[in-house]
């Protein structure tokens, strides 16, 4: 890239930066430093407030970057993580939005505890949480470091190194001043960006091909080399049986995992009711079903401005086809018009990357300091306040983040998304259902159901083609793959609701049915919510 490139996009990160630091700087001075507040903003938001900041902390560099790199580089079946991810949320609105938002205060957790014994509860679904966040953090961490690759010309470990560092000691800023009421806004700001960027950008790409959607996807075919497949299924999941398994994996765990991550459900103690809750949903099931249905032409669009084998060359997964799009669109290397919209691209990726790490790691550090803190500690051992615990879990989760974020560079963020996906629809989503639904539901139960999905989703990956025995591979060196699949869903999706009705049929313990009752009540009305 040019140095006006650099400049422009340099100095538009700078500005967004400044802003949002604004932001938190402002709301550190407006707080009274409660759990409430650092964790919920006080509950104060409104609807469309909390709908938009919920679009802006699920519509992540997966999404905008991976997603549409996937489709630039295997056409129809790239589609599949588009569609999953809007589809994953009528799962969310009908059936844990509202409930959720009656039953817990902060964390998932929280609607586990109110009818199990609380400390072995917290500690399981605590575990799980973070190690969901943490993927899910990776996928950003890879995401921000492909993006100032190719923004500074190159892919040079020290400049991915050191964008990595700079986005995880971000994060930590955000989380550790400003809490929820910061990371709120920011996620609006950036939501808003982002919606602007890609409306702009699917505009010129439809303009470029007179509105002919058909010529765009008949040239989108021609440029990516394979031909007719480029447009019908099986290009990436088709063939063998394990690509085809691999395929339902993966659709299983995008559908069925938003309802498990913890920063979505986070988002929904943020406003005053369930009934705002609800609508809060509503409100971001329109912003983001507009936004994927824009990246579909995007990656289209990619394909045929570009051609899939010039995506590849400059970055294997496909991370910056939408960068090099907006490049095309503004009239080419060189042009002003290619250099302001190549810049104004960029900020708005990078402000997606810092609005999304800024909710995981705030939702992480408060599963750290509100569950596995608070059961933890030594009855008698000195104790610090909650939201100092999270501020410090805030900074470790952030330096763990960083770590695996180099070491994952080169995979694409939409498929370690995915991944993440995977481990919350196996460890959280299960005893989330069981723990709303099911009367005879025990403490055994819940905690079984967190561990027969969480360690089953985990050390697959580890035992698959994700971590070794493929060139692509983590440790492309070496081979200790067992499980063929790279997404582990079809498997520990059914054993993480197994676990829960096996460890409940075998518990010693009756089902506290008065409990039940009362959170039933809880979550079907909203009596006693927080």
Known sequence: ?????????????????????????????????????????????????NGFAIAGDYMSAASFLGISGLIALYGYDGMLYSVGFLVAWLVVLLLVAELVRNCGRFTLADVVA????????RIAAGTSSVAVSVLYLVAQMVGAGSLVALLLGGTGEAARTWTVVGVGALMVIYVSLGGMRATTWIQIVKAVLLMAGTVALTVLVLVRFHGNVDSLLSTAAERSGHGGAFLGPGLRYGGDWTA??????????LVLGTAGLPHILSRFYTVPTARAARRSVVWSIGLIGGFYLMTIVLGFGAAALIGSEEVRASNASGNTAVPLLALD??????????????????AVAFATILAVVAGITLASSASVAH????SLRRPGGRRYGEVAVARVAAAVIGAAAIGLG????????AFLVGLAFAVAASANLPVLLYSLFWRRFTTRGAVWSVYGGLVPAVLLVLLSPVVSGSPEALFPGVDFQVFPLQNPGVVSIPLGFLAGWLGTVTSPEPPDEARHAETEVRALTGAGAA
């Open 244 to 253: 085809r398994l691999d395929f339902i994996s993966l659709g299983l765990a």
């Open 406 to 413: 180099l070491l994952a560079s080169d995979l694409n963020v």
């Open 329 to 346: 669109l503004g009239g080419g290397a060189g042009s002003t018009g290619g250099t302001v919209l190549f810049a104004v691209v960029a």
């Open 114 to 121: 109110a009818r199990m014994a609380e400390r072995p509860v």
């Open 371 to 374: 569950d596995l803190y608070a």
């Open 1 to 49: 890239m040019t140095g006006d490139h650099q400049t422009l996009a340099l100095l538009l990160f700078s500005a967004f930066v400044a802003v949002t630091l604004g932001i938190t700087t402002w709301v550190s001075r407006n707080r009274h430093g409660s759990a409430e507040e650092f964790y919920a903003g006080g509950r104060l938001f409104s609807p469309m407030e």
